[in-house]
Nanobody
Framework: QVQLVESGGGLVQPGGSLRLSCAASTSNFRLYNMGWYRQPPGKQRELVATITNTGSTNYADPVKGRFTISRDNPTNTVALQMNSLKPEDTAVYYC???????????WGQGTQVTVSS
């Protein structure tokens, strides 16, 4: 089972930027579609962005044009660049890995992002 470790969360003012990173411990990173999800306070977990093993991306409407997901296969990492942050982006952000063969999901422990003045 792949292990995921997120980093890069924190407190930022509205309009600011943060970059989240997720490191995957697997020798078969190319067999995983990767994604970022978030869980705002008192709400359910929701999709933020995904990137397939071939690099195709998909974004939730609220983050389109502001967030960018990317992956670096040689280093087994996926990143989420978040610009023009808004208070409603405040959430715990989770990294997800889905094996393209087994369709099994793995999750990171989550990293807190707080957007506040």
């Amino acid at each position: 089972q792949v292990q995921l470790v997120e980093s890069g969360g924190g407190l930022v003012q509205p309009g600011g930027s943060l970059r989240l990173s997720c490191a995957a411990s697997t020798s078969n990173f190319r067999l995983y579609n990767m994604g970022w999800y978030r869980q705002p306070p008192g709400k359910q977990r929701e999709l933020v962005a995904t990137i397939t093993n071939t690099g195709s991306t998909n974004y939730a409407d609220p983050v389109k044009g502001r967030f960018t997901i990317s992956r670096d296969n040689p280093t087994n990492t996926v990143a989420l660049q978040m610009n023009s942050l808004k208070p409603e982006d405040t959430a715990v952000y989770y990294c997800n890995a889905r094996n393209i063969i087994t369709q099994r999901d793995a999750w990171g422990q989550g990293t807190q992002v707080t957007v506040s003045s």
